[in-house]
């Protein structure tokens, strides 16, 4: 566990999510550290418990500098909220910049959004950490992020019962 209470996580690294004005269910959907290569990464969901593309929902993968799983998330975020009819676009569409407010500062980050619905995938780095953000239903530059210090006060929905 690092300074933030992250299980397994390296010290200095740095999980981020949506700041506490936040209204709904906040869920952890994975985490992981490779005490070998030192990478780490913490995935959270934001939103309803269930999916439901009628409700508002965000996702924010913070990941160690270099890490997989940046990419695998950014594919994960195209795939689901860049998808149309079920399929993966063709071609992405350009990237746009957004600011996003970051621990009260502005942070560029790159954009996807496809104009036929209202998903989009965000990508940007904070410090050492890379962070890439997808959703629906909400502005992602009115998202303001902050740093995660403790992933207890999450609901995990992959956890075992009992």
Same mark, same amino acid.
Request: charged share 20%; with cysteine.
């Given at each position: 566990m690092n300074e933030h209470g992250i299980p397994g996580a390296p010290e200095g690294f740095t999980a981020f999510g949506? %700041?506490?004005?936040?209204? /709904?269910?906040? /869920?952890? !959907?994975?985490?992981?550290? %490779?005490?070998?290569?030192?990478d780490a990464h913490v995935h959270l969901w934001f939103g309803s418990p269930h999916f439901d593309p009628e409700v508002a929902h965000v996702t924010v993968s913070s990941a160690s500098l270099g890490n997989p799983e940046v990419e695998e998330a950014l594919q994960r975020g195209f795939e689901d909220y860049l998808a149309t009819g079920g399929e993966p676009p063709a071609?992405?569409?350009?990237? *746009?910049? =957004? !600011?996003? !407010? =970051? *621990?009260?500062?502005p942070v560029v980050f790159e954009l996807w959004? *496809?104009?036929?619905?209202?998903?989009?995938v965000a990508r940007g780095r904070v410090g050492t950490t890379d962070v890439v953000l997808s959703g629906s239903g909400v502005d992602p530059e009115g998202l303001g992020l902050v740093r995660v210090s403790d992933l207890t006060c999450f609901s995990n929905p992959f956890g075992f019962l009992g």
């Amino acid at each position: 566990m690092n300074e933030h209470g992250i299980p397994g996580a390296p010290e200095g690294f740095t999980a981020f999510g949506v %700041d506490a004005a936040w209204p /709904q269910s906040r /869920q952890v !959907t994975g985490h992981g550290h %490779d005490r070998v290569g030192g990478d780490a990464h913490v995935h959270l969901w934001f939103g309803s418990p269930h999916f439901d593309p009628e409700v508002a929902h965000v996702t924010v993968s913070s990941a160690s500098l270099g890490n997989p799983e940046v990419e695998e998330a950014l594919q994960r975020g195209f795939e689901d909220y860049l998808a149309t009819g079920g399929e993966p676009p063709a071609a992405l569409p350009a990237p *746009e910049p =957004v !600011t996003v !407010t =970051v *621990e009260g500062r502005p942070v560029v980050f790159e954009l996807w959004r *496809e104009g036929r619905n209202c998903g989009w995938v965000a990508r940007g780095r904070v410090g050492t950490t890379d962070v890439v953000l997808s959703g629906s239903g909400v502005d992602p530059e009115g998202l303001g992020l902050v740093r995660v210090s403790d992933l207890t006060c999450f609901s995990n929905p992959f956890g075992f019962l009992g």
